[in-house]
Nanobody, 119 residues
């Protein structure tokens, strides 16, 4: 069982930056792929970034590529999402999630953190 707690959300002006953190419980954090998702009001959940268990490979959705960076510190059981050049359309609730490498669906989810970007 993995428990995830996001933090770092808030209100920022367009062009600004935020760093989200996701702290995980459990001794096996380093064996999980970690992902970040977001959901804006009235829209479907969007998969925006993923990092492998070792941190050696990442994936980004086109909408955030070049602006967002996912990273992890396995010694601290934490995954991060550095968000730069924020746009009003980045406004959403951001969720982190964890899955084992051979499992297709994400198995564990955080409660979410609100990010609001003002124009």
């Amino acid at each position: 069982q993995v428990q995830l707690v996001e933090s770092g959300g808030g209100l920022v002006q367009a062009g600004g930056s935020l760093r989200l953190s996701c702290a995980a419980s459990g001794p096996t954090f380093s064996s999980y792929f970690m992902g970040w998702f977001r959901q804006a009001p009235g829209k479907d959940r969007q998969y925006i970034a993923r990092i492998t268990a070792s941190g050696s490979a990442t994936y980004y959705a086109d909408s955030v590529k070049g602006r967002f960076t996912i990273s992890r510190d396995n010694a601290k059981n934490t995954v991060y999402l550095q968000m730069n050049s924020l746009k009003p359309e980045d406004t959403a609730v951001y969720y982190c999630a964890a899955k084992r490498p051979l499992i297709s669906e994400y198995e564990y989810w955080g409660q979410g953190t609100q990010v609001t970007v003002s124009s």
